[in-house]
């Protein structure tokens, strides 16, 4: 495919969008059906962007790992012996073969195919047979680090050395979080539920990003928030997304007895989601997970007071997992149907200047988002 033809050439992507939401058309379809797009979202937007990877509560005690990818590439985060939070490629720096699998506690990192021996900080201390070597010095190799970060209770990683910390570029974020959610360090992993759709993962951001099909496609959901005061604001690289708790029985979960009565709810440039739904004092961690230009992965992680659920949390897990979700992606596997077909290039993006949830406001947003990324990878 030639570099400037239409389907690679960055003015074409970028046709239509606008600053204002009020004259702006969305994403052009070929962003989210083309394997070249794919690839820029790959190396442009993922690869240089805080990737969330678990709660604190994993990587408290020295030793504790857990193994993630990101952008393709396998990371390992460790607590070193110091307390030190790590990350580094998971790599040995003898074959390429990966260190760590799964998450655990080790107290050395000892590579299962030729028996490297790592320290938690990455410096190499035992390599088998390499006494007769010439200019070979354990104290020159080192496993490669990443950035890692600890954040409002989870932990985010950034395979981009030059990117500027999560703290630095959310602002207000943390302050906000706290707010609604000021035990969340103290939440405790209860449930996951996990999906796989086929759809580019930017159509699973955007419908995330508006409730504009809310009262068509989440009736429940709609009995559940109180519509009238859903607002939507968005900031540099994330938005909120804020909403009273309905004040009568809903069709959804009951929260007769909730504690917590607001729909507090952050997304995080680019694929992360941060949900605090009325009920029990709870955060919901939806990451989405680009798998292909037609597939993405989601995890639901439920952080919770105990390990254990209680009954309305049981019944608001069920809610999610067998009604939202259906719902959800029904829409956005059908959006990506469209998407293919010659039918549609690109649609106008629908606009409230008070900031209503139902707005695509939000969506335009993450569209800015994915634009400005795109220009900096053709520069």
Known sequence: MALNSPDTDPDFITHGYDPSPARSLSLRADAYTQQHWYDVDRTA????????????????????????????????????????????????KHRAHELLSGEGHVKRIMCPYHAWVYRLDGQLIRAPHTETL??????????SQVQVEAF???IYV??????????????DLELEIRHWAP???DLTFGHRLTYEIKSNWKNVVDNFLECYHCPTAHKDFCSLVDMDTYKVTTHGIWSSHMADAGKGANSAYDVSNASVRTHAVW?????TCLMRYPGRSSMIVLNIIPAGPDRTFETYDFFLETP??????????????????????????????????????QGRIVNDPEGSGKSEHAVHHFH??????YRAASG
């Open 45 to 92: 937007i993922l690869a240089k962007t805080w990737q969330w990877v678990c709660h604190v509560e994993k990587l408290r005690e020295p030793g504790a790992f857990v193994t993630v990818e990101v952008a393709g590439h396998p990371i390992a985060i460790v607590r070193d012996g110091n307390g030190t939070l790590r990350a580094f490629y998971n790599v040995c």
């Open 134 to 143: 010439e200019d070979f010095d354990l104290g020159s190799v080192c496993l």
């Open 152 to 154: 409002c209770g989870f």
């Open 158 to 171: 950034n395979l981009d050395p030059t990117a500027a910390s999560l703290a630095v570029q959310t602002g």
């Open 183 to 185: 035990d969340v360090e």
């Open 267 to 271: 997304w995080l440039w680019p694929t």
């Open 308 to 345: 254990e659920p209680n009954e309305a949390e049981i019944e608001a897990i069920r809610y999610l997992d067998e009604v939202l979700q259906v719902e959800d992606i029904g829409l956005v596997e059908s959006v990506q149907r469209g998407m293919n077909t010659p039918a549609f290039d």
């Open 368 to 373: 800015g988002l994915v634009l400005d990324s």
